[in-house]
């Protein structure tokens, strides 16, 4: 444009210049636009190519696991119970009498030579292991005798003297109820009727001592010999000789009766109460390996020990032959029961509440699923434990629990058998 040449206006008033440069700007603006949408576009197309071309997501594969079924098993119980073994019965023998022993039982050795008894012989009922001398006590039975016999010939002689005063008193009783003599001569008649039969039992009681004394020293005599009291005893000790002189209760022997054996311990009170006398155990011994024995629970206390606070409990052994005082046996006790028993690998705690769960198998349409199921037990049996089944217990005889694997499960996973 030329200096001092004026531009014409446009149509609307706008100078042409200023016109120019709005339609730029709409243009660049429109290019703007179109790019974004392009780009929008693009990037759609790249999200949507993007998710046809991701793997599909689909459901977790079931867990694996190992099933039990729940059923009744036999289960043999065996508790163990160590004592000593004492004899059945124990006798310490001694004389009644004191004297000089004049002679022992004698018994054939393995030599057949005869010896004196001692320890390990074995004797019978009523044979005499050792004498006294018997002289001076048959010296005194028979004092003893002649006093007897003195005081029964005393008491014959007062019993016919009060008999015939007893007959002169009723004669005269009878003079007198006839006024035909006098009440003194009544009075004296009672008088000697009387005196005669005090005398009669002054002499009784004379001869009833005579008798017991001649009784003991018969008895003394008998007393001068000790003899086995058991059926079969065995000498545990001897502590006399011939020629030894004893006292009146001084111990000579002590004999065991070894026929029968008891074992001695103690029980809790969770097992008192299921023994009964009479009940059969076995009853082994380290002493004697390879050989068991049968016994009966001999004897239940009543009440417990003041310091071990178990019951003491004796079992015997009848027609046994090996054990012997002093030997510790072990005594079992055997019981057999049914239980319906699960693995403790089975058993998941409950750390809410103070119980336990395990998880059954079910299907749910169609499908293996692991259920949660709280359980009580009766018995832990080793490495198992017995399931409590009562009328409210959720399991059931039958139910396919899991025993491995339950540390991955949760109520409702699906799982899968293994076969």
Avoid at 75 to 85: A, I
Avoid at 176 to 185: C, L, P, R, Y
Avoid at 239 to 251: E, I, L, P, S, Y
Avoid at 355 to 362: A, D, E, G
Wanted: one cysteine or more.
């Amino acid at each position: 444009m030329n200096p001092g040449t004026r531009a014409l206006p446009a149509g609307d008033g706008t100078p042409l210049g200023k016109r120019g440069k709005w339609s730029q700007r709409l243009l660049a603006a429109s290019v703007l636009l179109g790019i974004g949408a392009l780009a929008l576009g693009f990037r759609s197309i790249l999200y949507h190519r993007a998710l046809s071309l991701a793997p599909k997501t689909s459901e977790a594969p079931p867990l694996t696991v190992r099933v039990q079924p729940l059923v009744s098993e036999t289960v043999s119980s065996v508790l163990t119970y160590s004592g000593p073994v004492k004899e059945l019965e124990k006798a310490e023998l001694s004389f009644r009498v004191g004297g000089t022993i004049t002679g022992l039982h004698r018994v054939a050795g393995p030599d057949g030579k005869e010896h004196a008894i001692h320890e390990g012989d074995l004797v019978n009922q009523e044979t005499i292991l050792a004498s006294l001398d018997t002289a001076d006590f048959v010296r005194d039975r028979d004092v003893a005798a002649e006093k007897l016999a003195t005081a029964g010939a005393y008491l014959a002689q007062q019993e016919s003297e009060a008999s015939l005063a007893l007959l002169e008193f009723r004669r005269v009783e009878q003079l007198w109820k006839s006024n035909a003599t006098s009440i003194s001569s009544l009075d004296t008649a009672k008088t000697k009727q009387v005196s005669t039969a005090l005398a009669v039992a002054g002499a009784r009681r004379d001869r009833e001592s005579a008798r017991i004394a001649l009784a003991q020293a018969e008895a003394d005599i008998s007393y001068c010999t000790i003899k086995s009291p058991f059926r079969q005893g065995t000498v545990a000790a001897r502590f006399v000789d011939v020629g030894q002189r004893v006292t009146a209760n001084q111990k000579s022997f002590l004999l065991l009766d070894l026929s029968s054996v008891v074992i001695g311990f103690g029980v809790p009170d969770t097992l008192v109460g299921s023994l009964n006398l009479g009940q059969k155990v076995d009853v082994f011994c380290d002493a004697l390996p390879g050989r068991r024995f049968q016994a009966v629970v001999h004897k239940i206390a009543s009440t417990a020990d003041q310091q071990t606070r178990t019951y003491p409990i004796e079992v015997r052994v009848d027609n046994q032959t090996g054990l012997k005082p002093g030997m510790i046996a072990t005594v079992e006790f055997r019981k057999e029961v049914k239980a319906y028993l699960l693995p403790l690998t089975a058993v998941v705690p409950d750390s809410r509440e103070a119980n336990y769960r395990v998880f059954r198998v079910v299907e749910r349409e169609g499908k293996s699923v692991a259920e949660i199921v709280p359980v009580w037990f009766d018995n832990v049996l080793d490495n198992r434990v017995a399931v409590s089944l009562d009328a409210t217990a959720l399991l059931k005889p039958g139910d396919r629990v899991v025993s491995t694997g339950t540390h991955r499960l949760h109520d409702g996973q699906p799982v899968q058998v293994e076969p």
